[in-house]
T-cell receptor, first 112, second 110 residues
Framework: NAGVTQTPKFQVLKTGQSMTLQCAQD?????MYWYRQDPGMGLRLIYYSASEGTTDKGEVPNGYNVSRLNKREFSLRLESAAPSQTSVYFCASSAGQGLGYTFGSGTRLTVV | KNEVEQSPQNLTAQEGEFITINCSYSVGISALHWLQQHPGGGIVSLFMLSSGKKKHGRLIATINIQEKHSSLHITASHPRDSAVYICAAPEGGSQGNLIFGKGTKLSVKP
């Protein structure tokens, strides 16, 4: 029972490089989310997808794009990485907004 | 928009002690979430509650809707309980995405 699978676990990028973080869930959840976690701050929502075919901005969307490829997969893309995007990124899913959440194991991203 | 505050930020306890972590929120909610983040970074959902009390093993979560306050209790604490505990509430009160507190870092010493 995999739950939410997130890749990669670690990544180092140079400023200006691009990358895509992958997330897949096998629980048939409608809603998926991307968060970032920075020291001294709570999880902050980057983008979310309330259902297949829809995506919306969260609290801190600048510098990111997302794709809800199908019901299972929700990817996060950094087009031109900046040091301010150094963070730990978590993908999560839920049956609906406000319902129980399942989190991926996180991606530790460093931008130098 | 809901604001979620946790206290304390850091908590050190001796094995066997009774632990209480507090969470307050500003907008009436439909349900409050408690999560645990392990030292390795993984996050798991512990409770989702809308009233009264829920218990799972040595963990007990309570909520007072009128006072907009929830507590997470750990009985007979153990070093393996060392983790960051996070509460979260819907941003719009009854609906919407979750707003997360900054977390309480718990360290239980043997």
């Amino acid at each position: 029972n995999a739950g939410v699978t997130q890749t990669p676990k670690f990544q180092v990028l140079k400023t200006g490089q691009s990358m895509t973080l992958q997330c897949a869930q096998d629980m048939n959840h409608n809603s998926m989310y991307w968060y970032r976690q920075d020291p001294g701050m709570g999880l902050r929502l980057i983008y979310y997808s309330a259902s297949e075919g829809t995506t919306d901005k969260g609290e801190v969307p600048n510098g990111y794009n997302v794709s809800r490829l199908n019901k299972r997969e929700f990817s996060l893309r950094l087009e031109s990485a900046a040091p301010s995007q150094t963070s730990v990124y978590f993908c999560a899913s839920s049956a609906g907004q406000g319902l129980g959440y399942t989190f991926g194991s996180g991606t530790r991203l460093t931008v130098v | 928009k809901n604001e979620v505050e946790q206290s304390p930020q850091n908590l050190t306890a001796q094995e066997g002690e009774f632990i209480t972590i507090n969470c307050s929120y500003s907008v009436g909610i439909s349900a409050l979430h408690w999560l645990q983040q392990h030292p390795g970074g993984g996050i798991v959902s512990l409770f989702m509650l809308s009233s009264g009390k829920k218990k799972h093993g040595r963990l007990i979560a309570t909520i007072n809707i009128q006072e907009k306050h929830s507590s997470l209790h750990i009985t007979a604490s153990h070093p393996r309980d060392s983790a960051v505990y996070i509460c979260a509430a819907p941003e719009g009160g009854s609906q919407g995405n979750l707003i997360f507190g900054k977390g309480t870092k718990l360290s239980v010493k043997p």
